[in-house]
Nanobody, 126 residues
Framework: QVQLGESGGGLVQTGGSLRLSCAAS????????MAWFRQAPGKEREFVAG????????AYADSVKGRFTISRDSAKSTVYLQMNSLKPEDTAVYYC???????????????????WGQGTQVTVSS
């Protein structure tokens, strides 16, 4: 069992930056594939970025490539999402997700994840 807790959301102006954190606790949390998803009002939850257990393999949605960076501190079982050059269309609730995996392949679909955090709101004003 793994518990996930997100933090770092808030209100920021267009072009600004935010850093989200997700702390995982539980058995062997450092061996979990971890990812960020987001869900805007009236839209489906979508993949944003993910990293394998070592942080050496990452994947990003096309809409955030070059602006967002995912990283993880396996010793602390924490994953981060550094978000730069934020746009109003980045406004959403951001969720941390995890699944057990010894593979370096980053899963990009919601059914691929077992554990979810409660979400943190990110609002980008124009």
């Amino acid at each position: 069992q793994v518990q996930l807790g997100e933090s770092g959301g808030g209100l920021v102006q267009t072009g600004g930056s935010l850093r989200l954190s997700c702390a995982a606790s539980g058995r062997s949390a450092s061996f979990y594939l971890m990812a960020w998803f987001r869900q805007a009002p009236g839209k489906e939850r979508e993949f944003v970025a993910g990293a394998d257990w070592s942080g050496g393999s990452t994947a990003y949605a096309d809409s955030v490539k070059g602006r967002f960076t995912i990283s993880r501190d396996s010793a602390k079982s924490t994953v981060y999402l550094q978000m730069n050059s934020l746009k109003p269309e980045d406004t959403a609730v951001y969720y941390c997700a995890a699944r057990w995996s010894s593979s370096s392949v980053v899963v990009t679909i919601t059914p691929g994840y077992t554990y979810w955090g409660q979400g943190t709101q990110v609002t980008v004003s124009s």
